[in-house]
């Protein structure tokens, strides 16, 4: 994996806070969930004087897909103790295909093809430094959205 892709992925774990706190204002103020993917992204890139630069696009980037993550995470496991309460009244698929297998099993294969899907959109810029933006925002959307169909999971 090239060291810029590398990093971008690395910085999914950096911690939070004030940016899944953002993002929750934005999506309680909005019918539109998508719209506030990038708006955190945007406004770091703004108010940086280097922000229009590649290594600055990049770490805006980062800091909103790891906000987005954070609430990913929050979410997931919001919908694992849903599955859980669900599976104990027995009415499950089979042992084996319970509700929370299939939802951990799922989450392990968007974990695997989201970040072979941003190596992918990376690979087509080859060294090019839009590579590193490419993969960024392919990281910061694909999180997004996947946060975004977890939480519509758990609305009536």
Same mark, same amino acid.
Do not use: K
């Given at each position: ?5 590398? =990093?971008?992925? @690395?910085?999914?774990?950096?911690? !939070?806070?004030?940016? /899944?706190?953002?993002?929750? #204002?934005? $999506?309680? *103020? ?52 849903? =599955?859980?309460? @669900?599976?104990?009244?027995?009415? !499950?698929?089979?042992? /084996?295909?319970?509700?929370? #297998?299939? $939802?951990? *099993? ?51």
């Amino acid at each position: 994996m090239r060291p810029a892709v590398a =990093a971008v992925l @690395a910085g999914l774990a950096a911690p !939070v806070g004030a940016g /899944e706190v953002g993002l929750e #204002a934005c $999506l309680a *103020d909005t019918d539109r969930p998508a719209d506030c993917i990038g708006s955190l992204a945007g406004s770091c890139m703004a108010a940086r004087p280097d922000g229009e630069s590649t290594l600055g696009m990049v770490e805006c980037i980062g800091v909103e897909t790891a906000a987005w993550d954070g609430l990913l995470n929050a979410s997931y496991r919001a919908v694992v103790e849903s =599955a859980r309460d @669900a599976d104990a009244t027995g009415d !499950v698929l089979s042992e /084996e295909h319970t509700r929370v #297998a299939t $939802l951990r *099993d799922a989450q392990r294969a968007w974990i695997a093809f989201r970040d072979a899907d941003c190596l992918a959109q990376a690979a087509r810029w080859g060294l090019g430094s839009l590579g590193q933006v490419s993969a960024a925002n392919c990281l910061l959307s694909m999180t997004a959205e996947r946060t975004i169909q977890l939480r519509g999971l758990l609305e009536p």
